[in-house]
């Protein structure tokens, strides 16, 4: 079974993938993402891996049988792709230099590009999940691309509060956000000349920080020479502070957000940026969503911000002590 099916009560759309509960367990003495696994090439830097159990497909089944006048569905179409950052079996972003990274980047835009031609892929979601907290089965270092038929309810939100800003203020949000983090300077973590990271005011989650382009552009294609190379290092250094916090491996949950394809033009009043969910709260106590945050998408923080960026700009320090 492979299908979209509403929820009336959110307005939103939900991917039913059955088919994906029978994906094998990888043995431990074998990697698909390694080469000579016979799956990918014999050399490679990055590569684009096409999902083996996709939850969307550019040929998708017609849903089954189940739609009723109250209940509606729709093909799943779009695309589920697999990024590899490295040949290397265990070698994570952090380990990666800057110049590696930089390729990735160059794949990153790559892809959105090809899948922006999918006229009916509306939102393009590049991800990466790390560590075994947040589910991830296979160590190869690997991010994820999905092309959804719909824009997520979490995008829709934020857009819309973004083109609401736009039109009560006349400046993109986030341009602003950013101009007010720089200007407190009490959350800022790392800053080079296209990018800044910070702990937001509002951080959901006590590592959680954010990367933000100084330009105002919308999309990982639009930026330039430079700020790709800008953009490679401080994701290097992001991921790289935080496994610096606690001397392990941090997991987290990295998400991009660009600009919706195939639909309204955001460009006056959308900004790309990169949010890092890390699910810990202390070097061995998670921050689980309970109750409110899943329930009442209330969520709490038990930490003050302001204080986390402090040790977020320790650890910053002492990873940037190793060199690269």
Not at 62 to 84: M, N, R, S
Not at 155 to 181: F, I, S, T, V
Not at 194 to 203: A, C, E, G, I, K
């Amino acid at each position: 079974m492979a299908e979209l099916r509403w929820n009336p009560l959110t307005k939103d759309w939900i991917m039913i993938a059955s088919h994906r509960q029978n994906r094998p367990q990888m043995p431990k003495d074998w990697c698909p993402f390694c080469p000579g696994s016979g799956k990918v090439p014999e050399h490679y830097d990055v590569y684009k891996y096409d999902n083996d159990f996709p939850a969307l497909s550019q040929n998708p089944p017609q849903p089954d049988d189940v739609e009723t006048e109250f209940y509606k569905t729709a093909p799943c179409h779009g695309k589920c792709e697999v990024v590899l950052y490295s040949p290397e079996h265990t070698v994570t972003l952090p380990e990666l230099p800057s110049s590696h990274i930089r390729k990735l980047v160059d794949l990153w835009a790559e892809r959105f590009t090809a899948l922006s031609l999918d006229e009916k892929i509306k939102y393009i979601f590049m991800f990466e999940n790390r560590g075994a907290v947040v589910g991830v089965t296979m160590p190869h270092p690997h991010g994820q691309i999905y092309g959804y038929p719909y824009l997520p309810k979490r995008l829709e939100l934020e857009l819309d509060a973004c083109k609401e800003y736009k039109e009560e203020k006349g400046n993109c949000m986030l341009c602003d956000m950013l101009a007010d983090e720089q200007k407190s300077g009490s959350r800022v973590i790392i800053e080079n000349e296209d990018f800044v990271s910070f702990l937001p005011f509002f951080s959901e989650y006590p590592y959680g920080m954010y990367i933000m382009s100084k330009r105002h552009v919308q999309n990982i294609t639009q930026l330039t020479d430079s700020e790709r190379d800008n953009l490679a290092k401080i994701l290097r250094e992001t991921a790289g502070t935080l496994d610096s916090l606690f001397d392990y491996a941090f997991p987290y949950m990295m998400c991009m957000y660009q600009n919706p394809v195939n639909s309204e033009d955001v460009s006056e009043y959308y900004h790309f940026h990169i949010k890092f969910y890390p699910p810990m709260r202390s070097a061995d106590k998670q921050k689980f969503n309970a109750s409110s945050e899943t329930g009442a998408w209330a969520h709490c923080n038990p930490t003050a911000p302001e204080e986390k960026a402090e040790e977020l700009r320790a650890a910053y320090k002492k990873f940037m002590t190793k060199g690269e």
